[in-house]
């Protein structure tokens, strides 16, 4: 299953790794879900790369727009 039907090059994921406000957000998420375990935005970031690389989509577009640029740091 391919989550792109094309290689979304000039979409990214920002390259700055949460805000306060975001990681306040998350924080307060956690909390209520119980969730024990550390979460950090980066944890999300690495949990959808790798979800798009699960669900067949291709590796060079996973790399692209992760703004990756060794392949083998999105292997």
Known sequence: M???GFCPR?????P???SD???EKLTS?????RIEKYITVHTLRHTFFSW???AGQDIRCVQ?????TDIQTTL
């Open 2 to 4: 391919k989550m792109f």
């Open 10 to 14: 000039k979409y990214s994921i920002s």
């Open 16 to 18: 700055y790794i949460g």
């Open 21 to 23: 406000k975001e990681v």
């Open 29 to 33: 998420f956690r909390k209520s879900c």
């Open 52 to 54: 798009l690389v699960q």
């Open 64 to 68: 692209q727009v992760a703004r990756h």
